[in-house]
T-cell receptor, first 113, second 113 residues
Framework: DQQVKQNSPSLSVQEGRISILNCDYTNSMFDYFLWYKKYPAEGPTFLISISSIKDKNEDGRFTVFLNKSAKHLSLHIVPSQPGDSAVYFCAAWPGEYGNKLVFGAGTILRVKS | NAGVTQTPKFQVLKTGQSMTLQCAQDMNHEYMSWYRQDPGMGLRLIHYSVGAGITDQGEVPNGYNVSRSTTEDFPLRLLSAAPSQTSVYFC????????????FGPGTRLTVL
């Protein structure tokens, strides 16, 4: 039973346009959400996070939106650049209810120049 | 700082062999964890540790052992390798057990024949 779901295995976007990556979760106890980016043959790197008490967090070209009622979060990348082509993992942290970070299956983003 | 280091980068084992994947971090992080990445499955937690001498099971612990004798090192042992353990293994560390950024190593690609 996947608690964190990324239903789009891949996404292709033109350079300069917006990339929107989506993530759904089932456990309402999740306290914190994170996005990681992974290039081939490298480990994932942290990108951006959001606390469950917020609905938006912005860092440069990256914005994460959280809709708690829908149990949905999304990562917006504007404008998209070829160097953004990577696998993006959504992850959720249960806070005081556990020490285990739960990852989604990932979405492959391809930014075409 | 070297960050999180993992050795070896690649390994081929025969069914039934045992081996240890090494992981070390030089950031004085308390929390360390092991994940495996399989196609379509994202990153799944194998074992984690909240400090020296303390370890616990993650989502997929069977067939793996860990120990944490020092803050810096967190080796993962495969007791009797099976083809189902063919995967890419990532070690990660973070400052604490909260929803903070985890730093990942470069990964070990393991093939079990």
């Amino acid at each position: 039973d996947q608690q964190v779901k990324q239903n789009s295995p891949s996404l292709s976007v033109q350079e300069g346009r917006i990339s929107i990556l989506n993530c759904d979760y089932t456990n309402s106890m999740f306290d914190y959400f994170l996005w990681y980016k992974k290039y081939p043959a490298e480990g994932p790197t942290f990108l951006i996070s959001i606390s469950s008490i917020k609905d938006k967090n912005e860092d440069g070209r990256f914005t994460v939106f959280l809709n708690k009622s829908a149990k949905h979060l999304s990562l917006h990348i504007v404008p998209s650049q070829p160097g953004d082509s990577a696998v993006y993992f959504c992850a959720a942290w249960p806070g005081e209810y556990g020490n285990k970070l739960v990852f989604g299956a990932g979405t492959i983003l391809r930014v075409k120049s | 700082n070297a960050g999180v280091t993992q050795t070896p980068k690649f390994q081929v084992l025969k069914t039934g062999q045992s081996m240890t994947l090494q992981c070390a971090q030089d950031m004085n992080h308390e929390y360390m964890s092991w994940y495996r990445q399989d196609p379509g499955m994202g990153l799944r937690l194998i074992h984690y540790s909240v400090g020296a001498g303390i370890t616990d099971q993650g989502e997929v612990p069977n067939g793996y052992n860990v120990s944490r004798s020092t803050t810096e090192d967190f080796p993962l042992r495969l007791l009797s390798a099976a083809p189902s353990q063919t995967s890419v293994y990532f070690c990660a560390s973070s400052q604490n057990t909260g929803g903070t950024e985890q730093f990942f190593g470069p990964g070990t690609r393991l093939t079990v024949l």
